[in-house]
């Protein structure tokens, strides 16, 4: 009882924590919703007013697609480009085209109703997984989570970014397949939700995939090192602790004839961000330079000799 007591209590205080980071995130969030980009599919809602009063008959919104063509009909100005630009311009369009030829000082009121345009994918350990529509050009992370109702007790303390990979999970791909065979950027989750640390937070961008595994997933890209390149067998090898760039090359058989591993790299990523390392595992292997020690996730790559 007492377990079960401390795990609810933990857990109020963790959605607490998430609640404020909410409303303190998309403070600056929200200042940008007149930045996105209007693309084909989105769907938007028009109020016209001339001399205080409702110009639509129908006594309410009405509700517009930007269609394949990227247009819009209107009444009185039928079609009219929408694809391409902002809520702020598309309106100051359709009120200077009113106003030259119709009315005198319509105010139009044009809201998104649906974002169909730009999706983002999030799947795993969350309330309601699915497709959501990017209501921003800084649409984050963190706003995802809150679309899909929250991450569960259940998640681990990863979460993995696949940029375009949308396509891919439309088309019956695997997750765990996704995770390993591309460069997923790796969010803590524990600094984002638990700690409300921003700097942990990732810009999402259309058609991103983002998965948060259970507690229990075999975290692919945090338990692998990737040795590629000119070595004679180049792949993924299992993380060690204290592990070098130099050993997983021998571990990767070796440099092949016309490897290079004078200007060999390690690229890692961390929080969001990809950090590509240089180094001279020739010096490393005469001993005219320190070995770099890696992380789980890094790749290693040995490229071709130029000779």
Same mark, same amino acid.
């Given at each position: 009882?007492?377990?079960?007591?401390?795990?609810?209590?933990?857990?109020?205080? =963790?959605?607490?924590?998430?609640?404020?980071?909410?409303?303190?995130?998309?403070?600056?969030?929200?200042?940008?919703?007149?930045?996105?980009?209007?693309?084909?599919?989105?769907?938007?809602?028009?109020?016209?007013?001339?001399?205080?009063?409702?110009?639509?008959?129908?006594?309410?919104?009405?509700?517009?697609?930007?269609?394949?063509?990227?247009?819009?009909?209107?009444?009185?100005?039928?079609?009219?480009?929408?694809?391409?630009? =902002?809520?702020?311009?598309?309106?100051?369009?359709?009120?200077?085209?009113?106003?030259?030829?119709?009315?005198?000082?319509?105010?139009?009121?044009?809201?998104?109703?649906?974002?169909?345009?730009?999706?983002?994918?999030?799947? @795993?350990?969350?309330?309601?997984?699915?497709?959501?529509?990017?209501?921003?050009?800084?649409?984050?992370?963190?706003?995802?989570?809150?679309?899909?109702?929250?991450?569960?007790?259940?998640?681990?303390?990863?979460?993995?970014?696949?940029?375009?990979?949308?396509?891919?999970?439309?088309?019956?791909?695997?997750?765990?397949?996704?995770?390993?065979?591309?460069?997923?950027?790796?969010?803590?989750?524990?600094?984002?939700?638990?700690?409300?640390?921003?700097?942990?937070?990732?810009?999402?961008?259309?058609?991103?995939?983002?998965?948060?595994?259970?507690?229990?997933?075999?975290?692919?890209?945090?338990?692998?090192?990737?040795?590629?390149?000119?070595?004679?067998?180049?792949?993924?090898?299992?993380?060690q602790d204290g592990i070098t760039a130099l050993n997983a090359c021998l571990l990767?058989?070796?440099?092949?004839?016309?490897?290079?591993?004078?200007?060999?790299?390690?690229?890692?990523?961390?929080? @969001?961000?990809?950090?590509?390392?240089?180094?001279?595992?020739?010096?490393?292997?005469?001993?005219?330079?320190?070995?770099?020690?890696?992380?789980?996730?890094?790749?290693?790559?040995?490229?071709?000799?130029?000779?």
């Open positions: 009882m007492q377990l079960m007591t401390m795990r609810s209590i933990s857990t109020r205080l =963790t959605s607490l924590l998430m609640a404020l980071v909410l409303l303190c995130w998309p403070a600056a969030a929200l200042g940008q919703k007149g930045k996105y980009v209007l693309g084909i599919g989105d769907k938007l809602s028009l109020l016209l007013y001339a001399g205080g009063e409702l110009q639509l008959t129908s006594g309410g919104p009405i509700v517009l697609t930007i269609s394949e063509e990227g247009t819009i009909t209107l009444p009185f100005l039928g079609k009219a480009k929408a694809v391409g630009l =902002t809520i702020d311009e598309l309106t100051h369009d359709i009120t200077t085209r009113l106003k030259e030829d119709y009315f005198v000082a319509p105010q139009v009121i044009l809201s998104i109703v649906d974002y169909r345009s730009k999706k983002v994918y999030i799947l @795993g350990e969350v309330k309601t997984p699915g497709s959501y529509g990017m209501e921003h050009e800084n649409t984050s992370l963190i706003e995802l989570i809150s679309m899909a109702g929250g991450a569960t007790e259940k998640r681990g303390k990863k979460a993995f970014v696949l940029r375009g990979a949308y396509e891919d999970i439309a088309s019956g791909g695997k997750i765990d397949e996704l995770v390993e065979k591309k460069e997923p950027i790796v969010v803590d989750l524990q600094r984002l939700l638990e700690r409300a640390d921003l700097t942990a937070n990732v810009r999402l961008l259309p058609d991103d995939v983002v998965y948060i595994p259970p507690r229990m997933f075999a975290d692919i890209a945090q338990s692998k090192i990737y040795v590629m390149g000119h070595v004679n067998k180049p792949g993924i090898y299992d993380f990767a058989g070796g440099f092949v004839k016309f490897a290079a591993p004078n200007r060999a790299t390690v690229t890692r990523f961390e929080n @969001g961000k990809k950090t590509i390392i240089k180094i001279d595992l020739s010096h490393v292997r005469e001993g005219k330079a320190d070995d770099f020690i890696l992380k789980p996730g890094d790749r290693v790559y040995v490229p071709k000799s130029w000779l």
